[in-house]
């Protein structure tokens, strides 16, 4: 057991790459990872799980085929599973992810170079 | 899907009782509980699960049998399954938790009246 709690805005602070989830915690096979995002990401889905976006810092988009959900500081969203979907950010957006270990960035999304997975920071 | 974001402070603007974790969200079998906590809570563990507290705002303290963690809003701590713990805080703090559906906030607790489970908010 850690000695001391994570402190989000600490572990923001320890890398820069955009689109690039660091692991920061687990929870039995779930993994909160912290995110940095700009700009649109590719089109993708999950067919296994739900993936829950939580904005810690700025604000962001999630564009489904059918509407798009506005995200700020404070405010969280639950993606579906099977849900094509693709987050945008028009402004550098601090993200927390909250999914089941192993499960990649760009989903189904064909050629497109997914992220290093399980990367903790 | 939800037509807008659940807004975490908007969430807890709606209920003012101490200990009484209300959902906000679901993901798979997981749940995103918000609670109000001020004082001690009951020693207690969890012996299916971890359980993860997120401050959203205050400060608080997880006692455990060999150590005391602090927490302050924008940290947070994973509790391991099975490892005896008591939330405490001295003025009012507002937490997020996350646990799998059905997990009572008083885990193996004897004799005391845990919170009605499954309440959302």
């Known amino acids: 057991m850690p000695d001391s709690a994570i402190n989000l805005r600490d572990k923001l602070g320890r890398f820069a790459e955009h689109w690039s989830p660091r692991v920061v915690a687990e929870m ?8 940095k995002i700009q700009g649109g990401f590719v089109w993708h889905s999950h067919a296994e799980t ?11 988009t999630l564009e489904f085929r059918d509407r798009t959900i506005a995200l700020a500081a ?3 969203y639950v993606v579906p599973k099977g849900v094509e979907h693709r987050p945008a950010a028009a402004r550098e957006c601090c993200v927390m992810l909250v999914e089941p270990r192993g499960v ?3 989903g ?8 290093p997975n399980d990367v903790w920071v």
Chains 1, 2 share one sequence.
Request: proline share 0%; no cysteine; hydrophobic share 55%.
């Open 28 to 35: 039995n096979d779930y993994q909160f990872k912290l995110v």
């Open 50 to 60: 739900d993936e829950v976006f939580i904005v810690l810092d700025g604000a962001m």
């Open 74 to 76: 404070g405010e969280m």
């Open 104 to 106: 990649v960035n760009t």
């Open 108 to 115: 189904d999304a064909a050629g497109v170079v997914a992220a």
